[in-house]
C-alpha cells in the first residue's frame, strides 16, 4: 500500500510536527535545496528542504525539473516567506525521472502553439493544470445546477440518422469499404447495405431527442460530444466539443432566456466560490502576458473583475433588427471599419457582435428574434412571419456561447418550414408525431460547453481548454 496525504490537504490543515509523506512531480528545485512539488490536487505547492544530513548527493543528482519523487519528512512552520509550511525530507525516492534532460517542457515561457503538440504533458504545466481543473468545476457545476432545479440528465445518441441544424456539416458513420462500397442501379452508395441500413452521422446536437424527453420529464437536459464536420480553424471551434442542451415544456422564449443568464451566471459564480487560486494564477498569466502590448489591445478588465462583471450584471437583451440599426448608426460602420455590411436578413459576424457587446453594452447581449431563413427548422415562427423565436447569448471576446429557441409545436407551421427547407418528413416522423399527440410549448437551448470554459479561464484558443482537440488536419493523442 502506498500512503500518502495530498498536497492540497497538507496546505489546507497543515499539522505542525507531524510526519507525513508526499508524492508528486518537481516544479522548480533551487540551491540543490528547495523543491517545489505539486501533485496535481492543487495549484499550490508544497515546498520541500532537502536535509543534506539523511538524503544521499546520489538521490540529489537525480533530482531534476519534472522527476517523479516520494518524499517523507517532518512539516514545520516555513522559516523562509512565501509559504507558511515545509516538509523537511528526511527520505526521498525517485519514482520516476529517466532522460528529464530530454523533457520537452522548460520552467520558462513556452508557446500555446507549442505545448499543443505536447498535449500528454502540457497538463503538467501550472496554466493547464489549472484550466481542466476548472474544466472539471464547470462539468460538476452543470450537473449540480440542473439537479438542483428539477431537470433530469437525459443521454441523447451520438451515432444520429438526422441532421439536427440541417448544417450538413456532419461525419458520416459507416462500416463499407470506401474503395469497394456496394452501389445502387444509379451508381450511389448503397447505404441500405451499411451497419444501420441507413446513412448515419456523428451528432451535431443532441436537441431532437432532448424534446422528447422534455415532453415527457417536463425538464431535462444533455450533455455530451457533439461533432461538426465544418472547416472553421478559428480560435472559437472544433469538431468535437461538448455541448449542454436543457430542453424545457411550457416554456417560451422569455423563459429560456431567464434560464440562459441564471445559468451562466450560476457556472461562473461556482468558479468563483471554490477555485480562487485557479482564477488569480490565470489572472495574472494574462496580465503578465499582456504586459508588452499596446493599450488597444489589452483587455479592458482583468479576468476576475470581469467575471464578477457578467455574474452582478443583467445581461442586455435585444432583438435582431435592433442590432442591426445599433450596427448600421455606429462608427465603425460608418468609417468603414467592418468588414462585413450589417445587413438585415444576413447572420450577424463576429466583428458586429463583439461591436455590440464590447463596445456597445459593455455586457454580455441576448439577441432574439432572428431571420426565419438563417435558422433552423424546428424555431417558432413569429407573428410578422419573418422572424423566428430564436435567441443568442453573446459574450465578451469569444461571441456566441449559446443558441436557443422556442421550439414550433404548431404542426401546420413546423411541416410548412419543413417543406420549405426540404426536410424530408419521413425522416422525422418520430419528432412530427410529438406535435401530434399532446404537443407543448417548448424551449431550449446549446451552450458551448468549451467557449464557457474558454470564458472562465481567459484562455485566447479553445483548443486549449479541451485536453484533447480535435480540428481539421489534427486528430493527434
Ligand atoms: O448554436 P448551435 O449550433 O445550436 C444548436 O446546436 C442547437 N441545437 C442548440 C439547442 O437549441 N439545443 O450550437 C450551440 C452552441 C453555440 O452557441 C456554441 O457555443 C457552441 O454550441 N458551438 C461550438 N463550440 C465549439 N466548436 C464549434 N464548432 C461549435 N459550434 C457550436
Ligand atoms: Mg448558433
Known amino acids: 500500500m502506498m500512503s500518502r496525504i495530498e498536497v492540497a490537504k497538507v496546505l489546507a490543515d497543515p499539522k505542525i510536527g507531524e510526519k507525513i509523506t508526499?508524492?508528486?512531480?518537481?516544479?522548480?528545485?533551487?540551491?540543490?535545496?528547495?523543491?517545489?512539488?505539486?501533485?496535481?490536487?492543487?495549484?499550490?505547492?508544497?515546498?520541500?528542504?532537502?536535509?543534506?544530513?539523511?538524503?544521499?548527493?546520489?538521490?540529489?543528482?537525480?533530482?531534476?525539473?519534472?522527476?517523479?519523487?516520494?518524499?517523507?519528512?517532518?512539516?514545520?512552520?516555513?522559516?523562509?516567506?512565501?509559504?507558511?509550511?515545509?516538509?523537511?525530507?528526511?527520505?526521498?525516492?525517485?519514482?520516476g525521472g529517466n532522460n528529464l534532460d530530454e523533457y520537452p517542457i522548460q520552467p520558462k515561457k513556452m508557446s500555446m502553439e507549442f505545448l499543443r503538440e505536447k498535449a500528454h504533458l502540457r497538463m503538467r504545466t501550472n496554466t493547464f493544470s489549472a484550466v481542466f481543473r476548472i474544466r472539471h468545476?464547470?462539468?460538476?457545476?452543470?450537473?449540480?445546477?440542473?439537479?438542483?432545479?428539477?431537470?433530469?440528465?437525459?443521454?441523447?445518441?451520438?451515432?444520429?440518422?438526422?441532421?439536427?441544424?440541417?448544417?450538413?456539416?456532419?461525419?458520416?458513420?459507416?462500416?463499407?469499404?470506401?474503395?469497394?462500397?456496394?452501389?445502387?442501379?444509379?451508381?450511389?452508395?448503397?447505404?441500405?447495405?451499411?451497419?444501420?441500413e441507413k446513412p448515419t452521422n456523428l451528432t451535431v446536437s443532441g436537441q431532437l431527442q432532448a424534446e422528447i424527453g422534455a415532453l415527457a420529464l417536463g425538464k431535462v437536459y444533455t450533455f455530451g460530444p457533439t461533432f461538426r464536420a465544418e472547416n472553421s480553424n478559428t480560435s472559437r471551434h472544433l469538431s468535437e466539443f461538448w455541448m449542454v442542451e436543457p430542453e424545457v415544456a411550457f416554456c417560451d422564449i422569455h423563459g429560456d432566456m431567464d434560464l440562459a443568464e441564471d445559468f451562466v451566471q450560476y457556472l461562473i459564480r461556482y468558479v468563483i466560490d471554490n477555485y480562487m487560486d485557479e482564477l488569480e494564477f490565470l489572472d495574472n498569466r494574462i496580465k503578465e502576458e499582456e504586459k508588452n502590448m499596446p493599450k488597444e489591445k489589452r483587455r479592458p478588465m482583468g479576468l476576475i473583475e470581469m467575471l464578477r462583471f457578467v455574474v452582478d450584471n443583467e445581461f442586455e437583451r435585444i432583438t435582431y433588427t435592433d442590432a442591426i440599426n445599433i450596427l448600421r448608426n455606429s462608427k465603425p460602420f460608418k468609417k468603414g471599419r467592418f468588414e462585413f455590411e450589417p445587413t438585415w436578413g444576413a447572420d450577424l459576424q463576429a466583428e458586429h457582435e463583439r461591436f455590440l457587446v464590447e463596445k456597445k453594452f459593455k455586457k454580455p447581449v441576448i439577441v432574439r428574434d432572428y431571420p426565419k431563413d438563417i435558422k433552423a427548422f424546428y424555431m417558432r415562427m413569429n407573428d410578422d412571419d419573418k422572424t423566428?423565436?430564436?435567441?443568442?447569448?453573446?459574450?465578451?471576446?469569444?461571441g456566441e456561447v449559446i443558441g436557443g429557441s422556442q421550439r414550433e409545436e404548431r404542426m401546420d407551421k413546423l411541416t410548412g418550414r419543413m417543406a420549405q427547407m426540404n426536410i424530408p418528413e419521413e425522416e422525422l416522423w418520430w419528432y412530427l408525431e410529438l406535435r401530434k399527440y399532446g404537443g407543448a410549448p417548448h424551449a431550449g437551448f446549446g451552450l458551448g460547453f468549451e467557449r464557457m470554459v474558454q470564458f472562465i479561464t481567459g484562455m485566447g484558443n479553445i483548443r486549449d481548454v479541451i485536453p484533447f482537440p480535435r480540428t481539421p488536419g489534427s486528430a493527434e493523442f
Open 137 to 196: 468545476a464547470v462539468a460538476f457545476a452543470i450537473h449540480k445546477y440542473f439537479n438542483d432545479n428539477g431537470y433530469y440528465y437525459l443521454h441523447t445518441p451520438i451515432i444520429t440518422g438526422s441532421d439536427a441544424e440541417g448544417a450538413g456539416e456532419m461525419f458520416r458513420v459507416s462500416t463499407l469499404d470506401p474503395a469497394d462500397a456496394p452501389k445502387t442501379e444509379d451508381g450511389k452508395v448503397d447505404y441500405e447495405k451499411d451497419f444501420f
Open 388 to 398: 423566428v423565436a430564436a435567441m443568442d447569448v453573446l459574450f465578451p471576446y469569444i
Open 22 to 95: 508526499v508524492m508528486g512531480w518537481v516544479r522548480a528545485f533551487r540551491a540543490n535545496r528547495f523543491i517545489a512539488l505539486n501533485d496535481g490536487s492543487g495549484m499550490n505547492n508544497l515546498q520541500v528542504v532537502i536535509d543534506y544530513e539523511n538524503i544521499e548527493a546520489e538521490v540529489l543528482e537525480n533530482i531534476k525539473y519534472h522527476s517523479c519523487l516520494k518524499v517523507t519528512g517532518e512539516l514545520v512552520e516555513s522559516q523562509g516567506s512565501g509559504q507558511a509550511v515545509e516538509l523537511i525530507a528526511d527520505d526521498i525516492e525517485v519514482l
